[in-house]
């Protein structure tokens, strides 16, 4: 064969290739529900917590991921703090076994009705109620390590969670999931998908510096306080700047809301500011409860 013949193979091979992962891609993204963060959103948010966490909270978080064998989650591997933060929503897939923890992951309120901290969050299955829990676990030494794990990966996943403004807040939607949004440049179907593919993935790889990093003594000050109440308010609050960018006017105006919204690029980099402070805030605010909870 000619090499103008085998260089014509070898390029239909590698365009079926691509056809096939572009494929299996839109599958995925029809058939997964919506997630906060994404993976890259959470393991960034893990990167930025194990920078900045003492080295004893890191030396207690490599002995408690020896346990992982009894988590009983072979298919949902849980080898660092990365793996820990994205395994809450791995474990999806077994909704007979997990689906009790499934509520966990928000606590969401209408933006156009005054914030409570309390609301949606009947016997602490709710997200805020579910940061405290697993701390309290986390910290329990008497405890045994594979619990303690388990209770790590929930919190440093739930961590970020709260952070993005759509599991707070809501336009009776389901947090943008029912709400049809186009964004040209990735196959997304939804605001809340947007939110957690998107615009945070430009909101990390653009970041100079890089969001994980070691952050000075102030910048840690500024960015790592509040508790998960004050969080929740935050993204509350955030959310409803989502909604009037998606929608072009203030969703509490009385106006009819639009059956699908466009996400254009420039309405992502109006948001990047936005998302990286919350990409931020949440792995300092991570490192902080670890370091509390580990005894760093």
């Given amino acids: 064969m000619g090499d103008r013949a085998m260089g014509s193979a070898e390029g239909s091979r590698q365009v ?6 572009l494929c299996a891609m839109l599958l995925g993204l029809n058939a997964a529900p919506a997630l906060a963060w994404g993976e890259f959103g ?6 930025i917590a194990m920078a900045n966490m003492s080295p004893k909270a890191r030396a207690e978080v490599a002995a408690l991921l ?11 591997r849980v080898r660092s703090l990365g793996d820990a933060a994205v ?24 933006v156009c009705k005054p914030y409570d901290p309390r609301a949606n969050c009947s016997g602490g ?23 303690r794990l388990e209770a ?18 809501d336009n009776n939607d389901r947090g943008g999931n029912d709400m049809d949004a186009i964004y040209g440049e990735a196959p ?39 508790a998960p109440a004050d969080w929740g308010r935050e993204s509350w609050e955030l959310a409803r700047q989502v909604y009037t960018r998606a929608f072009g006017f203030d969703p509490c105006n009385g106006a009819v809301i639009p059956q699908k919204v466009v996400w254009s690029n420039a309405t992502i980099e109006a948001t ?11 792995g300092l605010r991570m490192a902080r409860m670890l370091d509390t909870a580990l005894g760093g």
């Fill in 16 to 21: 079926i290739r691509r056809l096939l992962v």
């Fill in 42 to 47: 959470h393991r960034t948010t893990a990167a």
């Fill in 66 to 76: 020896r346990a992982e064998r009894g988590l009983g989650t072979p298919y949902c």
């Fill in 87 to 110: 395994w809450p929503d791995c474990i999806r897939r077994e909704g007979w076994r997990w689906g009790y923890s499934f509520p966990w992951h928000y606590q969401t309120m209408n």
């Fill in 125 to 147: 299955n709710c997200v805020t109620g579910q940061i405290e829990r697993n701390r309290r676990i986390l910290a329990d030494k008497g405890l045994p390590a594979a619990q």
């Fill in 152 to 169: 790590l990966a929930f919190l440093v996943h739930f961590v970020g969670d709260i952070h993005m403004p759509l599991h707070s807040g």
């Fill in 188 to 226: 997304v179907n939804n605001l809340h998908a947007l939110w957690d593919g998107p615009q945070a993935e430009r909101a990390i790889t653009s970041a100079v510096p890089p969001l994980a990093r070691r952050y000075a003594p102030d910048e840690f000050a500024a960015l790592s306080g509040g």
């Fill in 272 to 282: 990047l500011p936005d998302a990286r402070r919350r990409l931020t805030q949440a």
